[in-house]
């Protein structure tokens, strides 16, 4: 059975003359099994519609494949992911970035925004991943900055599954600011006149402007927590403020994952501490107790707790007390008992080392 030929040959986007997902929608086989072959050559456009367009594909059951002909940048890059199989022409690229937004607003309502492009970007690397089989640490960097990749590079990443024999010469973009001389030739060939002049400049993504970088009084007025380190690098960078969101939201929940697994591991290392260390109760409620108070400070401060100083008397115990237990461990006696055994052997140790702690 011949497969449904779908093309994306242009903007992605709701507007007049734009590729939308309801488009594509309609476009599908209603029977919802019988094979379908996309053909895409887009400067990309909105991201979600873009997603849209991946997530109907995505469920659509029948067998899906794209072929880059002969480009797919931005969200259209994304898009491939969908499919079963991709292909892409000799003189194919596709270009990634991270989504990013022209916004603006109150400071609440860009971190809203800022939350949503991140979460975009983390669906955005699982799928590339899924595809490509390599790590989030791979697809962080790429998403970086533009990134464009030939056809070749395409095929080593596993991006696609083969390159077609016969190259494409695609329309040329409307307006193609920033593209590197010889991806414009690769995939537009000679200008009108029939030289190779490169032609006449303008925006890569739809018709919007290259965002402009923001200014320390711009990032400071909407996100005043920001560190000066986080606004040097931004600055460095030449952030724009939609990219700045991003980013600060990103590393946010970052760090907010930190301290979850921090909070995490203080109640299990309390529980522990309950359950193995022997003693009377009042011996072991005591430290038990300074645990639960360590948690309840990460959590109200969202800062992990700096150890104080300690003596070297204190350290001293605290050394012969681990030197011990680990000797008893190394002879094969589980942990919870070397904790009695050490207790047990070295009387007074324990509770020196707990005193002079609190």
């Known amino acids: 059975m011949q497969p449904k030929r779908i093309t994306i040959d242009g903007v992605i986007g709701t507007n007049e003359g734009e590729i939308s997902s ?3 929608k309609s476009q599908l086989p209603i029977n919802g099994t019988d094979p379908i072959e996309i053909s895409i050559h887009s400067e990309g456009g909105s991201v979600f519609e873009g997603f849209a367009i991946y997530d109907a594909l995505r469920a659509y059951a029948g067998l ?9 940048f931005s969200i259209a890059s994304f898009i491939p992911m969908a499919c079963d ?3 892409i022409t000799p003189n194919g690229y596709m270009m990634l970035h991270s989504p990013y937004s022209e916004t603006g607003g109150t400071a609440d309502e860009m971190m809203n925004k800022a939350s949503l492009l991140a979460q975009m970007k983390r669906s955005m690397i699982a799928a590339y991943c899924e595809k490509t089989k390599k790590q989030e640490t791979d697809f962080e960097s790429i998403l970086s900055k533009d990134t464009f990749l030939n056809a070749e590079q395409c095929l080593a990443y596993g991006l696609v599954n083969r390159i ?4 494409i010469t695609g329309r040329i973009f409307a307006r193609i600011q920033s593209m590197p001389h010889g991806i414009v030739q690769a995939l537009f060939g000679a200008d009108p006149s029939g030289d190779n002049r490169e032609p006449t400049k303008g925006k890569t993504m739809s018709d919007s402007q290259k965002p402009v970088a923001a200014t320390v009084k711009q990032i400071k007025a909407a996100f005043p927590k920001a560190k000066s380190d986080f606004i040097v690098r931004a600055m460095e960078q030449e952030m724009p403020m939609e990219q700045v969101a991003a980013t600060f939201a990103t590393e946010a929940m970052s760090e907010n994952e930190m301290l979850i697994a921090r909070i995490s591991a203080l109640e299990t290392e309390m529980a522990a501490y309950k359950a193995a260390l022997p003693g009377t109760p009042e011996e072991v409620i005591q430290p038990a107790a300074a645990m639960e108070e360590e948690v309840k400070a990460v959590a109200r401060s969202g800062v992990k707790p700096v150890a104080k100083a300690r003596s070297a008397s204190v350290a001293t115990a605290k050394s012969k007390w681990d030197s011990a237990i680990s000797d008893c461990v190394s002879k094969g006696i ?3 008992k070397a904790l009695s055994v050490v207790n047990r052997n070295n009387p007074g140790l324990r509770e020196q080392m707990n005193s002079e702690a609190s």
């Open 64 to 72: 899906k494949k794209c072929v880059v002909a002969s480009s797919a």
């Open 85 to 87: 199989d991709v292909e």
């Open 22 to 24: 309801q488009f594509i």
């Open 334 to 336: 589980p942990r919870a």
């Open 164 to 167: 077609t024999p016969a190259p």
